[in-house]
């Protein structure tokens, strides 16, 4: 099947640094993913919609200069979480789309593990 | 605007049959998605309706009816590892296909 991994699976870091998470799809290349917040007993929140080769579409309400994604590549995109807060802790998940929409009877998304992110 | 509604919380005793319902009202519609997800983990795929009527997988079945929004999983002779949350979400049609996903249940299932 198809498998999405992300880097790191924790990370801890002081208030005011940045932090850097990759999501890759392995076995499969992805024109689209998708980056999504969830805080603790709460459902998972798109925050970007990452496409390969062009700027990423925020969901309303991220902020775009807070929140950096780049999609280099088929099978990578990052997400930096600038200037990070103890509010901005949460659980951080990536998914990859097979392909291009429309391509395949369902447009499945496939996620990563997650990245739980602490900030002091 | 996008809504969907899932119950919050459910419990049941092993072996026995539970059904999560799900309602919807979104702009758009391209398919159901049904997602496990345990505590600390990603979500996990159960299933996909686009049709309306029931789709059988195992011990996991999801019926979808579009005309009325309405979603419902049900699991079969449950076991403890199903404790987990499950959560409905809605995949878009047009653009990127986003999936817009319910408030998760979480269930409790009990011996």
């Known amino acids: 099947g198809a498998v999405v991994s992300q880097h790191p699976s924790r990370v801890i870091c002081k208030s005011g640094t940045s932090v850097k998470i990759e999501c890759r799809s392995l076995d499969f290349q992805a024109t689209t993913m998708f980056w999504y917040r969830q805080f603790p007993k709460q459902s998972l929140m798109l925050m970007a919609t990452s496409n390969e080769g062009s700027k990423a579409t925020y969901e309303q309400g991220v902020e775009k200069d807070k929140f950096l994604i780049n999609h280099a590549s088929l099978t990578l995109s990052t997400l930096t979480v600038t200037s990070a807060h103890p509010e901005d802790s949460s659980f951080y998940i990536c998914?990859?789309?097979?392909?291009?929409?429309?391509?395949?009877?369902?447009?499945?998304?496939?996620f990563g593990p997650g990245t739980r992110l602490t900030v002091l | 605007g996008q809504n969907i509604d899932q119950p919050t919380e459910m419990t049941a005793t092993e072996g026995a049959i539970v059904q999560i319902n799900c309602t919807y009202q979104?702009?758009?519609?391209?398919?159901l998605f049904w997602y496990q997800q345990h505590a600390g983990e990603a979500p996990t795929f159960l299933s996909y309706n686009v049709l309306d009527g029931l789709e059988e997988k195992g011990r996991f079945s999801s019926f979808l009816s579009r005309s009325k929004g309405y979603s419902y999983l049900l699991l079969k002779e449950l076991q403890m590892k199903d404790s987990a949350s499950y959560l409905c979400?809605?995949?878009?049609?047009?653009?990127?296909?986003?999936?817009?996903f319910g408030t998760g249940t979480r269930l409790l299932v009990s011996p």
């Open positions: 998914s990859a789309r097979l392909g291009l929409a429309g391509e395949h009877i369902r447009n499945e998304q496939f």
């Open positions: 979104t702009s758009g519609f391209n398919g």
């Open positions: 979400a809605v995949s878009e049609d047009g653009g990127f296909q986003k999936l817009v």
